[in-house]
């Protein structure tokens, strides 16, 4: 692929990669691997994505890394969600400690990416089914087993009407 698309690629989907690897993985520093993995991969490659399809793409190789990441055996110590080590002051504001975010802590990682694809990066639920490699009625169980934990969750917030 060519250095300028490759380029631009990354200007546009970089933070948006990395937001949804840090969901995924909940490590900062195995985020950032997914973002330049993802990257390099493309760069190497001869790879044609079809035009507005870039998204979608670049975020299905985002989430087989993150896959492949936990699988491997090599893999280091994870930080946990709730830990944001300070060189992460770059993304301070997407990942503020609000109400939202700390009830986003409280449910499964399954539910949490789900949300994530769908409400944070806007994805339909056909792209988002395609990218965890899920059928299109597993990914609209999950939204709906999601957003019913949140409601659970930000019941203490006492917000009487949300989702």
């Not at 990395?18 to 691997?33: G, K, P």
């Not at 090599?74 to 109400?99: G, H, T």
């Not at 339909?124 to 597993?138: G, P």
């Amino acid at each position: 692929m060519n250095n300028d698309v490759v380029l631009k690629l990354y200007e546009k989907y970089a933070q948006d990669i990395f937001r949804f690897a840090y969901s995924y993985l909940s490590s900062y520093s195995d985020a950032q691997d997914v973002v330049h993995e993802v990257f390099l991969k493309l760069l190497k490659s001869n790879i044609r994505i079809t035009e507005g399809k870039e998204k979608s793409y670049i975020l299905k190789m985002a989430a087989n890394n993150c896959k492949d990441l936990l699988k491997s055996k090599n893999r280091s110590a994870v930080i946990s969600f709730d830990e944001l080590p300070s060189s992460a002051e770059a993304y301070e504001d997407d990942f503020k400690d609000n109400e939202l975010t700390a009830a986003l802590k409280k449910i499964p990682e399954n539910y949490r990416i789900v949300i994530h694809l769908h409400y944070y990066e806007e994805l339909s639920v056909k792209e988002t089914a395609k990218i965890l490699k899920l059928s299109v009625s597993c990914v609209s169980m999950r939204l709906t087993r999601a957003k019913e934990m949140l409601r659970e969750a930000l019941k203490e917030y006492s917000y009487e009407k949300i989702l």
